[in-house]
């Protein structure tokens, strides 16, 4: 077998391996009902007008799911009218189901919110809540249309070790046309200690941040060459266009789907870069 024919092989085996182990944990656990929107009171957005954390002594079940709320007053709202507070499509991200060519479920960011016309919304990113906003409305419409379809694909399956655990997750999700996609979450330049890399360099955080983004993509079954679109987050634009030639070793060839956001501060102030990444699994 050729060198090419083998390493095709290995991603295949080990794209195998990452669902059977997903397929074989749902089984084990049968009918639980899963922790919606990791359990964060769906009420308090209502009531309060910001996120909280439910309790475990403050629980309920519905639809298959299991649903923590902070008091037993915010449990009993939801219990007497649960399609009064509970989030649209299940909890899932609303901007994944309203893809009209890419329809997904996605893990969410309880912090990424926002109420339309009565109901709660949440995405997987405060950062693409903004996105979101910038055509609600139009993204509500799709994923109504779509929710019917994709209520039925396979839930994200959560990419573990060596990829860094994250909030949300870096996971793998199931399209409507039968492929997969590879959700980088946000890689920061941090060694596998949790110290941050290159502090003041931005190209050895660049590298460290693409051996981060490298090691999600390997516990995926993926490559470099599967990436579609990246997102850099940096306080120096232009300092990272300085190493434009680097990039695309670690994050994907040029696509017009990748960008660079400029942020005031990332999630330190020695943190240079942050990325996230979409890779396509066939």
């Not at 060198?3 to 397929?23: D, G, H, K, W």
């Not at 209502?46 to 309920?60: D, I």
């Amino acid at each position: 077998m050729c060198r090419a024919s083998l390493l095709a092989f290995n991603r295949r085996v080990v794209l195998f391996a990452l669902f059977f182990v997903a397929l074989v944990g749902s089984t084990a656990r049968g009918d639980e009902p899963r922790l919606s929107i990791s359990g964060y009171d769906p009420v308090a957005y209502f009531t309060l007008g910001r996120p909280l954390q439910g309790k475990a002594e403050f629980e309920h079940v519905w639809r298959r799911s299991r649903w923590r709320f902070a008091s037993g007053e915010h449990r009993d709202l939801f219990t007497k009218d649960p399609h009064r507070y509970a989030p649209q499509y299940d909890g899932y991200c609303a901007f994944g189901a309203s893809d009209q060519a890419e329809g997904h479920k996605d893990t969410v960011d309880p912090e990424a919110w926002a109420i339309v016309d009565g109901k709660l919304y949440l995405v997987r990113t405060r950062e693409a809540l903004g996105r979101w906003r910038e055509r609600a409305a139009e993204h509500i419409r799709q994923a109504d249309a779509d929710w019917a379809v994709v209520a039925d694909l396979p839930d994200p399956a959560i990419v573990g070790s060596p990829c860094a655990a994250s909030s949300p997750p870096t996971n793998v999700v199931a399209l409507r046309d039968g492929r997969r996609l590879l959700m980088v979450a946000a890689q920061v330049p941090r060694d596998e200690a949790g110290n941050v890399v290159g502090r003041g360099d931005m190209r050895a955080q660049i590298e460290q941040v693409g051996k981060n983004v490298g090691a999600c993509l390997t516990a995926a079954g993926a490559t470099v060459d599967n990436i579609v679109s990246a997102t850099s987050f940096v306080v120096a634009p232009a300092e990272l266009d300085s190493y434009a030639d680097l990039l695309p070793r670690y994050f994907g060839p040029p696509s017009p789907a990748s960008r660079t956001v400029r942020a005031a501060q990332l999630s330190s102030p020695d943190v240079l870069l942050e990325v996230e990444a979409v890779a396509v699994i066939q």
